[in-house]
């Protein structure tokens, strides 16, 4: 079965300061897609990236910047120079079919980040 | 564009009674999941509807159930309610059913219902 771990329960950081979120994956299928959201206090899920299994390229939008390594099963988030808006739950995902053809998301535990001012 | 929208955004119930919870997706969106969060963990997938079918079950007791409707809102029912069913439930829409390397199917969550069970 699909899981994600983040191993991180809880980081606090100072405001400037690079920041690194770390998720490990395991699947079984060759084709899987990864995500990353964001769980500000208000409870909304927030979308920042999907990537698919062929696609190792690391990502940058902004302060935001994720390491997909294939080899160590890890999908790892950085925002650099954090702010206090970024302080929020942040969850790794994993996509994985269901038998009726649907694509549902496994869930790590997430990692609660505080930025302090 | 609207968002997901889901109503109501707090409840509050006693055990053994039963509660329906709903969501509209996003406009064009004909795929409807939900999902459970308990405090302190990651959502757990609970049903997955397209195009009004079942296409996905997580496991979940048959206490919970869910349907969709023609303009692809939905309802999540629980009955014989517990202690251990008080969490946030959050609906997600999606305009496909299962994404490609191509197309995306990036799923857009509701701002959730908080149900507490006393």
């Known amino acids: 079965a699909q899981k994600v771990t983040q191993a991180q329960t809880e980081i606090s950081v100072v405001e400037k300061e690079d920041v690194t979120l770390d998720c490990v994956y395991e699947t079984r299928d060759t084709t899987y897609y990864l995500f990353w959201y964001k769980q500000p206090p208000s409870g909304e899920l927030v979308f920042l990236i999907r990537?698919?299994?062929?696609?190792?390229q690391n990502e940058i939008s902004g302060r935001y910047s994720w390491n997909f390594q294939k080899s160590t099963s890890s999908f790892n988030f950085t925002i650099t120079a954090s702010q206090v808006v970024d302080s929020a739950v942040y969850f790794c995902a994993l996509s994985e079919l269901t038998q009726g053809g649907s694509e549902k998301l496994v869930f790590g535990k997430g990692t609660k980040l505080t930025v302090n001012p | 564009d609207a968002g997901v929208t889901q109503s109501p955004t707090h409840l509050i119930k006693t055990r053994g009674q039963h509660v329906t919870l709903r969501c509209s997706p996003i406009s064009g969106h004909k795929s409807v999941s939900w999902y459970q969060q308990v405090l302190g963990q990651g959502p757990q997938f609970i049903f997955q509807?397209?195009?009004?079918?079942?296409?996905g079950r997580g496991n979940f007791p048959d206490r919970f159930s869910a349907r969709q409707f023609p303009n692809y809102s939905s309802e999540l029912n629980v009955n014989a309610l517990l202690l251990g069913d008080s969490a946030l439930y959050l609906c997600?829409?999606?305009?496909?059913?299962?994404?490609?390397?191509?197309?995306?199917?990036?799923?857009?969550f509701g701002p959730g219902t908080r149900l507490t069970v006393l």
């Open positions: 509807y397209y195009e009004k079918e079942e296409r």
């Open positions: 997600a829409s999606s305009s496909i059913l299962t994404g490609d390397s191509k197309t995306h199917n990036e799923q857009f």
């Open positions: 990537r698919n299994s062929f696609d190792e």
